[in-house]
């Protein structure tokens, strides 16, 4: 059974840098063909996509955080990161890591989220 | 305003049937499958329904999903109030090569 886990960030300060890590189990990211996926939900609306990345290490991401994403892989730890530069206020979301697939887009697997929360 | 349009809430009682619609704007992201997403109350999202009608390995038999042009709904029917939750069409968007989520559906088992 496929796990992911989200580390936690918690509190970041406005400007700074948002840097979380997605645990995989039951899977191995460098074996398979899979769209390793973050995505995030600011508190009381609804998700937003922000990107994936293949185990080949060619990602992709939403336009509209596009200069301030990178999605990284690290093969040999089963794991991907996420780094979101210069947060805002706007950036405090749950954010989630999921599994997802190509072409239909599905996400079938989904972490438990993480609250990172933007204030000084 | 999202490209994926969903109305923000529904309500239906133990029993009903109940439909959630997802309009998509843009008629090239009509084209492609909807995929449907339940949010429990304070959990992750979880796969319900994809390439449109197809669902996955334990969702009940009382969720379906149907598509017809660039609309799609989903449907629950013999509602119970576990069904209360969140509900969240997506589709892949082309233009960004990635995920497009609509807004989102309030279900109320009243």
């Known amino acids: 059974q496929l796990h992911l886990q989200e580390s936690a960030s918690g509190l970041v300060k406005p400007s700074q840098t948002l840097s979380l890590t997605c645990a995989v189990s039951g899977d191995s990211i460098g074996s398979s063909p899979f769209a390793w996926s973050w995505i995030r939900q600011p508190p009381g609306k609804g998700l937003e996509w922000i990107g994936y990345i293949f185990q080949t290490g060619s990602s992709v991401y939403n336009p509209s955080l596009k200069s301030r994403v990178t999605i990284s892989v690290d093969r040999a730890k089963n794991q991907f990161s996420l780094n979101l530069t210069s947060v805002t206020a706007a950036d405090t979301a749950v954010y989630y890591c999921g599994r997802g697939w190509g072409g239909g887009g599905k996400i079938d697997y989904w972490g438990q989220g993480t609250l990172v929360t933007v204030s000084s | 305003q999202s490209v994926l349009t969903q109305p923000p809430s529904a309500s239906g009682t133990p029993g009903q049937r109940v439909t959630i619609s997802c309009s998509a704007s843009r008629a090239k992201i009509g084209t492609n499958t909807i995929n449907w997403y339940q949010q429990l109350p304070g959990t992750a999202p979880k796969l319900l329904i994809y390439?449109?009608?197809q669902r996955p390995s334990g969702v009940p038999d009382r969720f379906s999903g149907s598509k017809s042009g660039t609309s799609a709904s989903l449907a629950i029917s013999g509602l119970q109030s576990e069904d209360e939750a969140d509900y969240y069409c997506?589709?892949?968007?082309?233009?960004?090569?990635?995920?497009?989520f609509g807004g989102g559906t309030k279900l109320t088992v009243l």
């Open positions: 390439s449109n009608n």
């Open positions: 997506a589709a892949w968007d082309d233009s960004v090569v990635g995920v497009l």
